[in-house]
């Protein structure tokens, strides 16, 4: 007898596994992992401590001559799914506008130069 598979939406024997099951739970552990990270208290200080270096400005407007200060994101330049080990790593969050946090997300404003952009905010931090 043949099923509707919930996975891939195919069409199985009863009794047979998707092959497809694997890899989409060893995602959801990753999306559960990271989501329970984002709702921390650990996450939610630094966001407040990136926040705060950044002037509560968004750093790639102001690098434009402009003064976001409304709807502020803290963004993971190195993505925290790919680079774990950097999610609190001042060097790599920045304060961003939320339209500007969709087109990092969407690779629209490239990482190197959100790096650069950090790396300036730590040298006139450092000035002061």
């Known amino acids: 007898m043949l ?7 195919g069409v199985h024997s009863r009794g047979t596994s998707c092959n497809k099951r694997t890899v989409n739970n ?9 989501t329970r ?4 208290r650990l996450w939610r200080n630094k966001r407040g401590e990136i926040k705060s270096r950044d002037k509560y ?4 407007c102001l690098q434009k001559g402009k003064y ?7 963004h993971h330049i190195r993505a925290i799914s790919k680079a774990w080990a950097k999610r609190l790593d001042e060097n790599n969050l920045i ?13 629209e404003i490239k ?3 959100l790096l650069e952009i950090v790396k300036n905010v730590h040298a006139l931090r450092g000035a002061y």
């Open 68 to 74: 976001i200060f409304d709807k502020l994101e803290v």
């Open 37 to 40: 990270f984002r709702s921390s």
């Open 57 to 60: 400005l968004c750093q790639y």
């Open 3 to 9: 099923v509707s598979c919930s996975i891939c939406s």
């Open 111 to 113: 990482v190197n130069e």
């Open 95 to 107: 304060t961003l506008c939320c339209s500007c946090h969709k087109m990092a997300e969407k690779e």
């Open 26 to 34: 060893s995602r959801l552990k990753e999306a559960n992992y990271i």
